[in-house]
C-alpha cells in the first residue's frame, strides 16, 4: 500500500509564497498522474496541478503564472511551489496519484492546510 505525505503547509500572508511536498513511500512507485488537489471550506475538492504521463504539467487556470510544480524522481517526490498567494487559495491541499489502466485507483495524502490571510 503506497502512502503519501504531504508537508510544507502553513499559515501565510497574502503576496507570500509556500512549497508543499509530497513523497510517495515506495520507490517503485510509478502512477499515471500523480499530482496537487485542494478543497475549500463548502466547496468540492478541485485539481490544481499534475503531472500526468510523459512527464506533462497542466494547470488549473486560477494559478498559472503562480504556481509550479516540479519532481525530484530520485525521491519519489513532488513539489508545489506558491507565489503571490491571495486569501482565496487557502484550502486543505492534497497530493494524489493515479495508478491502473483498466481499473484506475487514487491514492490520496492527508492533507496539509494552507491559510491565506489578508
Known amino acids: 500500500q503506497v502512502q503519501l505525505v504531504e508537508s510544507g503547509g502553513g499559515l501565510v500572508q497574502a503576496g507570500g509564497s509556500l512549497r508543499l511536498s509530497c513523497a510517495a513511500s515506495?520507490?517503485?512507485?510509478?502512477?499515471?498522474?500523480m499530482g496537487w488537489y485542494r478543497q475549500a471550506p463548502g466547496k468540492q475538492r478541485e485539481l490544481v496541478a499534475r503531472?500526468?504521463?510523459?512527464?506533462?504539467?497542466s494547470y488549473a487556470d486560477f494559478v498559472k503564472g503562480r504556481f509550479t510544480i516540479s519532481r525530484d524522481n530520485a525521491k519519489n517526490t513532488v513539489y508545489l511551489q506558491m507565489n503571490n498567494l491571495k486569501p482565496e487559495d487557502t484550502a486543505v491541499y492534497y497530493c494524489?496519484?493515479?495508478?491502473?489502466?483498466?481499473?484506475?485507483?487514487?491514492?490520496w495524502g492527508a492533507g496539509t492546510q494552507v491559510t491565506v490571510t489578508s
Open positions: 494524489n496519484a493515479e495508478v491502473g489502466v483498466v481499473n484506475r485507483y487514487d491514492y
Open positions: 503531472f500526468s504521463r510523459g512527464n506533462r504539467s
Open positions: 515506495e520507490s517503485t512507485f510509478s502512477p499515471n498522474s
